[in-house]
């Protein structure tokens, strides 16, 4: 994710910490959140956790390519003819006395400790070596690819709970305005039904207008608290901690056509991207299986010393080259190699399942766009006339034209109106993000 911290967010993070009581509220803007959730989110963390374990898995791939270095010391006490005959030639303190057939079968018990030092090195190994690298290489490459997904996920969850705490706080602007409405009417219809000019029945619709009117707001108060907890959770802050958002979140309109975003996604969503490289470490598990087939060839030195005690003294050393061949293993490396296979083919048929499934994807993701934009300018259109026709009727009313039911029903229809033009208005912010998302392009920088 490119999102960079902003200069107000830092200091506000770095401000010493206040009482709860005494807590300003943090006022941060679409890219504010998105800076800040780029250094405190947790998931965002735990993949660069993985991105890490990736590079030192990585490390230890090239170790392969290196010498193996040991060293050791083995201490044995042994009256065994054969170790003890061979520790006192290790120890270089053979004299002709030792070679008489009773000294020989019953020798006295003998001390040897042996220290050493080996160098071992693989020249050959099938190219094991060379597919395990490459394993290790387009492992962590996929890793950095899940590590770029997950940031644009972040910042989708963010716009769309940015966008949802913002379409609560004017949903409950507009429940409030509509309670204070509903109460209105009530008090004016009670006032002229004590003047005889409407009857009871009208005054109950009023009453049950009224409590119809303190739900919704209810509602929609409860709606702000679960939105505001969504963000604080992405902010990794207690929820206490009070948000001020500032102003609504905007994207740049996507100027590239279906296709062209099609072909983006295809060629460049990180998940697919990842999804490609996973199969490459496929293929080179092949490969480290294919090894097993092939030589193995290695170089050893060793230098020993042996004494009666811990020392360096009787130095001998070994110097050797070894080949090796499995000719038979019980047809465990045929197995394991038609196991790799398979699980490389497995992979490649869904990596073409997959791309497909992200056309699908982006194409579905275009159309709720699209659907979203023709909403909105409906919802809005709806507003308007839902206004025009409340004024109207709260004429006609004043001027006996009108029932109270009607002056009701004209009230409702304005308030249902306002509310779906306010989710129109963010739903399409949502459906404008997750077309990015959907085609791998949702960055920092859409961000208006």
């Known amino acids: 994710m490119n999102a960079r911290p902003l200069l107000f967010a830092a200091t506000l993070l770095a401000a010493p910490s206040l009482s709860l009581a005494e807590e ?3 006022a941060l803007d ?65 004299i002709a006395a030792d070679f008489n057939p009773a000294q020989l079968n019953k020798p006295a018990a003998m001390n040897n400790v042996q220290t050493y030092a080996r160098v071992s090195l693989s020249l050959f190994d ?14 962590l490459d996929s890793s950095r690819q899940m590590h770029e997904m997950t940031g644009q996920q972040l910042l989708f969850d963010l716009i769309a709970a940015y966008s949802q705490l913002r379409q609560s706080q004017a949903e409950l602007a507009a429940r409030q305005e509509g309670r204070k409405a509903a109460e209105h009417h009530l008090a004016n219809m009670q006032a002229m039904a004590r003047q005889g000019m409407l009857i009871p029945g ?9 409590l119809q009117a303190k ?11 679960a939105a505001d907890e969504r963000l604080h959770r992405l902010l990794d802050l207690p929820v206490a901690r009070k948000l001020e958002l500032t102003g609504d979140p ?26 490609r490289h996973q199969l490459e470490v496929a293929d080179a598990g092949r490969e480290v299986a294919r090894a097993a087939f092939l030589p193995q060839v290695r170089l050893l030195a060793e230098q020993q010393w042996n004494d009666k005690r811990a020392g360096l003294a009787h130095r001998n050393t070994t110097i050797a080259g070894m080949v090796d061949l499995n000719l038979f293993s019980g047809g465990r490396d045929k197995a394991t190699y038609n196991a790799a296979s398979a699980e490389v083919e497995r992979q490649r048929l869904q990596l073409s399942d997959r791309e497909e499934q992200v ?29 025009e026709a409340l004024r109207v009727s709260k004429l006609r009313f004043a001027a006996g034209l009108d029932r109270a039911s009607d002056l009701l029903a004209a009230q409702a229809r304005r308030d249902t109106a306002l509310a779906e033009s306010i989710k129109a208005r963010y739903a399409l912010t949502q459906a404008e993000a997750q077309l990015y998302l959907m085609a791998g392009q949702l960055t920092f920088e859409v961000i208006q």
């Open 202 to 210: 009208e005054v109950q619709a009023a009453k049950v207008f009224a």
């Open 250 to 275: 905007k994207l740049l309109a996507p100027t590239k056509s279906l296709d062209e975003l099609q072909e983006l996604a295809v060629a460049g969503r990180p998940d697919l991207v990842a999804t």
């Open 126 to 139: 099938g190219g094991a070596t060379v597919a395990r690298n490459e394993q290790a290489t387009s492992s």
């Open 359 to 387: 056309r699908f994807e982006v194409a579905d993701s275009w159309r709720s766009r699209e659907l979203a934009a023709e909403a909105l300018e409906l919802h809005n259109e709806s507003a308007s006339e839902a206004d």
């Open 30 to 94: 679409l890219r504010g959140v998105a800076a800040m959730a780029a250094e405190r989110n947790p998931g965002l963390a735990a993949s660069n956790r993985q991105i890490e374990a990736a590079e030192s898995l990585q490390s230890a791939a090239r170790a392969g390519w290196l010498p193996r270095v040991d060293v050791g010391t083995t201490a044995m006490r042994s009256d065994s003819p054969l170790t003890a005959f061979g520790s006192k030639l290790l120890q270089q303190q053979v």
């Open 24 to 26: 300003v509220a943090l």
């Open 215 to 225: 739900v919704a707001e209810k509602s929609a108060a409860n709606a702000f608290l």
